[in-house]
Each structure stands twice: as structure tokens, then as C-alpha cells.
Nanobody, 125 residues
């Protein structure tokens, strides 16, 4: 039973910050590439950030580059997404997902093996 559970979402004002967490159970994240994705109501799902199994490499969507930071703590079996300078257009359900490193260290939206159920981030006055 492999599970990913996101937490940390909520209501925040524009310019504010949130830190999302993704906790894994049923397996260890040591050998898995991890990614964050988001989907706004009526919008297409998009990739936000991706981090390799060791945390040595990471990537970001242009829309969040410089504002968001992905990190992981394999000892805690958890990955994080620190979101700063939040904008209304960041409002979405945020999902974490994983893919075994045997494939590669990228996060293709159609190629992730396991997905969490998401946490809502609402950036609004």
C-alpha cells in the first residue's frame, strides 16, 4: 500500500507564504523522483517542480521560478514545497507525485507512478 498525503494548504493573502508537505507511507522515498503539480478549477494540470531522489537536482516551472523551492528529507520520508510571494494565479489544488529513479530524474505529468489526493491553496484577499 503506497500512499502520498499532502498537507499545508489553506487561505493566504497575495504576497504571503505557505509550505506544503508530502508524506509517504508504505515505501521509502530514497529511490524516487518527486514532483509537485497543480490544477486550478477548469484548468489543465501543470507541473510545478521536480526533485531527484537524492535532492541533488531540481527544476521549476517558469511561472514559479524564484518564488517556490522544492526540498526533501528522505530520513523523514517527506518532500516539501516552500511557496513565497504568492499570487492569486497560484490558487489551485496542489498534488505530489513520484516515479522510481530507475526511469530517470524528471517529472513528466503522464509518467508519474503514484499520486496524492491534493491540498487546496487559495491565494485571495
Amino acid at each position: 500500500q503506497l500512499q502520498l498525503v499532502e498537507s499545508g494548504g489553506g487561505l493566504v493573502q497575495p504576497g504571503g507564504s505557505l509550505r506544503l508537505s508530502c508524506a509517504a507511507s508504505g515505501f521509502t522515498l530514497d529511490y524516487y523522483t518527486m514532483g509537485w503539480f497543480r490544477q486550478a478549477p477548469g484548468k489543465e494540470r501543470e507541473g510545478v517542480s521536480c526533485i531527484s531522489s537524492s535532492g541533488s537536482t531540481s527544476s521549476y516551472a517558469d511561472s514559479v521560478k524564484g518564488r517556490f523551492t522544492i526540498s526533501r528529507d528522505n530520513a523523514k520520508n517527506t518532500v516539501y514545497l516552500q511557496m513565497n510571494s504568492l499570487k492569486p494565479e497560484d490558487t489551485a489544488v496542489y498534488y505530489c507525485a513520484t516515479r522510481h529513479r530507475l526511469f530517470d530524474s524528471t517529472c513528466p505529468p503522464g509518467g508519474m507512478q503514484y499520486w496524492g489526493k491534493g491540498t487546496l491553496v487559495n491565494v485571495s484577499l
